[in-house]
T-cell receptor
């Protein structure tokens, strides 16, 4: 079975731009969570979606938004990019939110 | 806010030596999970502990959950070079999100 997939794998943007990251969960998983991992730190929780509804939100500004589609895939959107948004963005899927299976991540560099 | 701290931040061991990382939460957890992240990779789920005082073993790895459900530990016996990576604990307070610890980066010297 395919694991969690994310696209793109790498991305370079400039300050002020907008970015959309995509995630496809493991087949049968209805929950998707997004994390930001800055170099040298642990992943920081951004959002959790379950059955297309937001179930949890971390301490991130409103520039960050997400949604989940009927096929349970998800998008993370970040507006007005800042240099500090440079990080590895991880998507994780689970059946209901417990054990998280992570995708390979999208490495975002903001210049 | 909830915080999960891990010590040590870094650990260098000779191959064959034991290794332990400790995790402490500022709040009581409904469960705790452990992940391993290889350099350049993504976190990979190792185990979940739910019960107070629970101990679980996976080959050379032993995981413990404290009686108060606020701390946990991971012990690796006789480390191998394949154990290299960063080990994260992640606390679940039951509020639909995971708080990851600061991680312990393990280096194994052959």
């Amino acid at each position: 079975d395919a694991g969690v997939t994310q696209s793109p794998t790498h991305l370079i943007k400039t300050r002020g731009q907008h970015v959309t990251l995509r995630c496809s969960p493991i087949s049968g998983h209805k929950s998707v969570s997004w994390y930001q991992q800055v170099l040298g730190q642990g992943p920081q929780f951004i959002f959790q979606y379950y059955e297309k509804e937001e179930r949890g939100r971390g301490n991130f500004p409103d520039r960050f938004s997400a949604r989940q589609f009927p096929n349970y895939s998800s998008e993370l959107n970040v507006n007005a990019l800042l240099l500090g948004d440079s990080a590895l963005y991880l998507c994780a899927s689970s059946t209901k939110g417990e054990t998280q299976y992570f995708g390979p991540g999208t490495r975002l560099l903001v210049l | 806010g909830q915080q999960v701290m891990q010590i040590p931040q870094y650990q260098h061991v000779q191959e064959g030596e034991d290794f332990t990382t400790y995790c402490n939460s500022s709040t009581t957890l409904s469960n705790i999970q452990w992940y391993k992240q290889r350099p350049g990779g993504h976190p990979v789920f190792l185990i979940q502990l739910v019960k107070s005082g629970e101990v679980k073993k996976q080959k050379r790895l032993t995981f413990q959950f404290g009686e108060a459900k606020k701390n946990s530990s991971l012990h690796i016996t006789a480390t191998q070079t394949t154990d290299v990576g960063t080990y994260f604990c992640a606390g679940d307070s039951g509020a639909n999100n995971l708080f990851f610890g600061t991680g312990t980066r393990l280096t194994v010297i052959p």
